[in-house]
């Protein structure tokens, strides 16, 4: 399994090209950390709210980017493995020097204007993913420049997935996969859930270490919810301290990237043999998981996914019981674009991908989620392979 190469750089691109040829604007400007790592293959290591950074695609002629000296060796280490998309980068200092030698974070908006006037860019007109200062700043100094905030039409850009993407998120995917099943062997009454969660995320990063040697992963989170707690999405609040119960519902949540891309892989689990009620909570969900995944068909609408599991909800009589929609995108951020799947009626395209997650929240009770990531296409491709059995969801 290896990075995205530049084929994914030229689909990329071409796409950024198409873009600006539609809206009339002779580059496009990212300033936050997904896009950043959209156009450049760099993953940034600083909050662009605390150290702006901006890259510049122009329609013609090379990428560049203004960037903190923070990063400097950080650019360099990716540099020497040959995956970073740029042609040029600009470093400024953001602490004084008795001697001159970067320019001081003031006079970054200087910087930029320097780096688009040299770039013949200091009349152009520019579509960013916001309304970034740091080009407001530059615009101060150059008159003639226009910019265009297009937020809605940079983030089409990241709808479909290249091939090379799809790969790598079906090689996490199986990894989740085998996370899931160690939890299965781990979940037990009287366990601390913190602990379970990071002993499970250990596990993670050794099999990672093993499938993927040398490449960018990290894990957003491992994590438990038992018991009453797992009927709030997002817990109660007091995870510290709690244990798993004998008879208690957990929700789970693997949520890892590697190089880039995100997967998800979420599932309910009984400690111990559920009763009546957990059953049909948990069959309820399973099988509106199945039916979210089903719909994420080429051509059927983006709202079918929700629509699909809300019907098998609401025949089941369980309605009350969601609180949020069926899923979202999943890509360079684990919230993906487009972010508004339940209400969003323009047609799925092929290499979308998609988390299927109707959830049931039975206050008292527990929840009932499973999350499958899947693929769109003329038969939809469900990458998450957790089985979803009530036997196989039974511990102990």
């Not at 990212?30 to 450049?40: C, E, I």
């Not at 006037?117 to 520019?126: F, M, N, S």
Request: with cysteine; proline share 5%.
């Amino acid at each position: 399994m290896a990075r995205l190469t530049t084929a994914v750089r030229d689909a990329r691109h071409a796409g950024m090209r198409e873009l600006m040829d539609r809206l009339g604007v002779d580059a496009l400007a990212f300033g936050t950390p997904d896009f950043f790592q959209y156009a450049t293959n760099f993953q940034l290591d600083v909050w662009p709210w605390e150290r702006p950074v901006l890259v510049v695609v122009p329609r013609e002629g090379r990428t560049f980017a203004i960037m903190n000296e923070l990063s400097t060796n950080h650019m360099r280490f990716a540099v020497s493995k040959g995956e970073v998309w740029l042609d040029e980068v600009v470093y400024y200092s953001e602490h004084p020097r008795v001697r001159s030698r970067l320019p001081l974070l003031p006079q970054l908006g200087s910087a930029l204007a320097a780096c688009l006037q040299a770039h013949g860019l200091d009349r152009a007109r520019i579509a960013t993913d916001g309304n970034l200062g740091l080009l407001a700043d530059a615009q101060r100094l150059l008159p003639g420049l226009t910019v265009q905030p297009q937020v809605a039409a940079v983030r089409s850009l990241r709808w479909v997935k290249h091939a090379e993407e799809l790969a790598v998120m079906r090689d996490l995917a199986a990894l989740t996969d085998w996370v899931q099943d160690r939890y299965r062997e781990n979940i037990r009454p009287g366990r601390l859930v913190q602990e379970l969660d990071h002993a499970m995320a250990g596990l993670m990063v050794e099999e990672a270490a093993r499938r993927f040697p040398g490449e960018d992963f990290d894990i957003l989170r491992c994590w438990t919810l038992t018991g009453p707690a797992s009927a709030s999405p997002h817990g109660d609040g007091a995870a510290c301290g709690a244990r798993i119960a004998a008879g208690d519902t957990l929700v789970n949540l693997v949520l890892p990237r590697l190089n880039g891309l995100y997967v998800e892989n979420e599932r309910t689990w009984f400690c111990g043999t559920p009763n009546a009620e957990q059953a049909r909570f948990y069959t309820v969900a399973a099988q509106a998981t199945d039916a979210a995944a089903a719909a994420a068909v080429t051509g059927a609408r983006v709202c079918d996914i929700d629509a699909a599991a809300q019907a098998v909800i609401e025949d089941a009589g369980c309605g009350e019981y969601v609180f949020h929609r069926t899923g979202h995108a999943v890509g360079l951020m684990l919230h993906e674009y487009p972010e508004d799947m339940a209400f969003n009626t323009r047609a799925l395209l092929a290499g979308e991908v998609y988390s299927a997650e109707p959830g049931l929240y039975v206050y008292g009770l527990g929840g009932f989620r499973l999350d499958d990531t899947v693929i769109v296409g003329d038969e939809p491709e469900v990458i998450v392979r957790t089985p979803k059995t009530l036997e196989y969801a039974t511990v102990g």
